[in-house]
């Protein structure tokens, strides 16, 4: 069985991508920073599952780290036929609250990482008789975030570079699926440094992560193109793409803004 590759699988909506992944059989390539938590998810995955996972602890945030994660697939022989694009964060507050390392880092990892991914592996894809990219981008991307600016500019840049490589690909055998979470259950909000009136809204809505990766996971074998999770978030991003966008943004601001 070839391998699933999963970026951000330390935790949140990634280890459970991998949970999913393991339960249909597929050995996987964990990566992330944390080593120690890596170790610790492909442990329980492998006892549980009975798959093989391996895993590498590094930096996604770091410039042309893609030739490196390749060069390990490539170096242990490893076939990936799924590519999962889902180590991300994102930082609210105003533009200059952050250095202007702190943005391009995000932006970096969020946009640059995950094309450069797709675009190294491409060719290995392209072999398997059947093979698959998910990228998640993140409910932001349907309207514009004053505070979470960077953020949610990132995730539409990864929901068009998705859907546009889907159609590229189209007389291949890779199919590219584009999946937006809502407001999750994971250690993201605490990255984010989201204050106390953005929280409490997402508290109202949050999914677990793991009913999120079984959507994902579901709509990317079917070969889905764009999905957003939770009849709440389709609802959002319809009202955002109806109604006027100053309301909306005038909204976002009253609820990001710390
Ligand atoms: N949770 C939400 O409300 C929500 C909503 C919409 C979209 N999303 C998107 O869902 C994806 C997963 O986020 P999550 O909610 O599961 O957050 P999370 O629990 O904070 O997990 C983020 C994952 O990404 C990894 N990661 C972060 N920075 C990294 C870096 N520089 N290099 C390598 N790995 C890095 C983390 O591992 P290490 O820390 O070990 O590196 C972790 O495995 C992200 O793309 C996020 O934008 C989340």
Not at 190 to 214: H, I
Request: some cysteine.
């Amino acid at each position: 069985m070839s391998y699933a590759l999963i970026t951000g699988a330390s935790k949140g909506i990634g280890k459970e991508i991998a949970k999913e992944l393991a339960n249909r059989k597929y050995n996987l390539l964990l990566v992330a920073r944390s080593g120690d938590l890596l170790a610790k998810v492909a442990q329980e995955i492998t006892e549980t599952y009975q798959v093989k996972v391996d895993f590498l602890a590094i930096d996604l945030a770091a410039i042309g780290v893609a030739h490196k994660i390749y060069d390990w697939v490539n170096a242990k022989q490893y076939e990936v036929s799924v590519l999962v694009n889902n180590a991300g964060y994102g930082l609210v507050g105003a533009l200059e609250d952050y250095s202007v390392e702190a943005n391009r880092d995000m932006m970096t990892l969020n946009m640059l990482t995950l094309t450069e991914m797709c675009q190294v592996f491409l060719p290995m894809l392209k072999k398997q008789t059947k093979a698959y990219i998910l990228n998640i981008a993140s409910s932001t991307a349907y309207q514009a975030l004053p505070f979470m600016a960077i953020y949610a500019a990132t995730k539409v840049f990864v929901l068009n570079f998705s859907r546009g490589l889907k159609h590229e690909l189209s007389d291949t055998s890779v199919s590219v699926t584009v999946v937006s979470p809502g407001s999750t259950a994971t250690d993201f909000n605490d990255r984010a440094q989201v204050g106390e009136k953005a929280l409490k809204a997402a508290e109202k809505v949050m999914m677990l992560p793991k009913e999120v990766a079984q959507i994902a996971v579901k709509e990317m074998f079917e070969g889905s193109t764009e999905v957003v999770t939770g009849l709440v978030n389709k609802l959002g991003a319809f009202l955002a793409w109806i109604a006027p966008k100053t309301i909306t943004e005038k909204v976002a601001k009253g609820i990001y803004q710390k």
